[in-house]
C-alpha cells in the first residue's frame, strides 16, 4: 500500500487566495483527520470524519477553512481566502476504528 | 482543561544509553495512550499504543509503562542509535473516542 497520499506537498500563495489540500486515505480505512502544525501550537486536530461523515468538526479554526470527503478515497481541505497566520503543515491521517492513525507525508503551506 | 506536558527541551544522550522521555496529563483519564515518532519533514508515524489496564508494554528496543496513579507515562528506548534521534509525541484517547489528543512532542538528540 502507498500509505495517506498529499497534495501538494509545498504551497506558496498570497493572501487572500483560496487554498486547497488534498488527500487519499488508505484503501479501508474508514476514519480520516486533518491536522496542523505549528511550532507555537504543536499538532491540532481540525476535523475528523467517519465513513466520509464529518463527525467532530470543533478544531475547525473559523469559516474560512472547510473539509469535504466526497467518497471513501479523497478529502479536501479548503481555506478561503488564506491568510498569514495560516501558514503551518497540514497534515492528514487514517486508521481503522481510531486506535492507529496513519498520516501523510504533509503539505507545508506559506501564506504570504 | 485537558493537559498534555511533554518535555520542550532537547534529551541530548550518547549512543548505547537508554533514552527516557516523559509523558505526564492532567484532567483526563484516557483509556489508550500512544507514542508516535516524527522526522523532520515528514508526518508522524506510530510506534507503541497501551491500554490503562497495562503498565507495561515492549516492542525490540523500545518499552513503554503507564501509570494511571501518576498520570504518567515513559518512553524508553535501550542501546540507543543515532538513528534514533526524532521527535516523539504521545496520545492519548479516552474510552470509545476514535480523536486522539497530541503531546507538543521531545526532541531526542542521540550522540555518536
Known amino acids: 500500500d502507498a500509505g495517506v497520499i498529499q497534495s501538494p506537498r509545498h504551497e506558496v500563495t498570497e493572501m487572500g487566495q483560496e487554498v486547497t489540500l488534498r488527500c487519499k486515505p488508505i484503501?479501508?480505512?474508514?476514519?480520516l483527520f486533518w491536522y496542523r502544525q505549528t511550532m507555537m501550537r504543536g499538532l491540532e486536530l481540525l476535523i475528523y470524519?467517519?465513513?466520509?461523515?464529518?463527525?467532530?468538526d470543533s478544531g475547525m479554526p473559523e469559516d474560512r477553512f472547510s473539509a469535504k470527503m466526497p467518497n471513501a478515497s479523497f478529502s479536501t481541505l479548503k481555506i478561503q481566502p488564506s491568510e498569514p497566520r495560516d501558514s503551518a503543515v497540514y497534515f492528514c491521517?487514517?486508521?481503522?476504528?481510531?486506535?492507529?492513525?496513519?498520516f501523510g507525508p504533509g503539505t507545508r503551506l506559506l501564506v504570504l | 482543561s485537558q493537559k498534555i506536558e511533554q518535555n520542550s527541551e532537547a534529551l541530548n544522550i550518547q549512543e548505547g544509553k537508554t533514552a527516557t522521555l516523559t509523558c505526564n496529563y492532567t484532567?483526563?483519564?484516557?483509556?489508550?495512550l500512544q507514542w508516535y515518532r516524527q522526522d523532520p519533514g515528514r508526518g508522524p508515524v506510530f510506534l507503541l499504543l497501551?491500554?490503562?489496564?497495562?503498565k507495561e508494554k515492549r516492542k525490540e528496543r523500545l518499552k513503554v509503562t503507564f501509570d494511571t496513579t501518576l498520570k504518567q507515562s515513559l518512553f524508553h528506548i535501550t542501546a540507543s542509535q543515532p538513528a534514533d534521534s526524532a521527535t516523539y509525541l504521545c496520545?492519548?484517547?479516552?474510552?470509545?473516542?476514535?480523536?486522539?489528543?497530541f503531546g507538543r512532542g521531545t526532541s531526542l538528540i542521540v550522540h555518536p
Open positions: 491521517a487514517s486508521s481503522t476504528f481510531g486506535e492507529t492513525q496513519y
Open positions: 484503501s479501508g480505512h474508514n476514519s
Open positions: 470524519f467517519n465513513n466520509n461523515v464529518p463527525i467532530d
Open positions: 484532567n483526563y483519564s484516557p483509556a489508550y
Open positions: 497501551i491500554r490503562e489496564n497495562e
Open positions: 496520545a492519548l484517547l479516552s474510552g470509545g473516542s476514535y480523536i486522539p489528543t
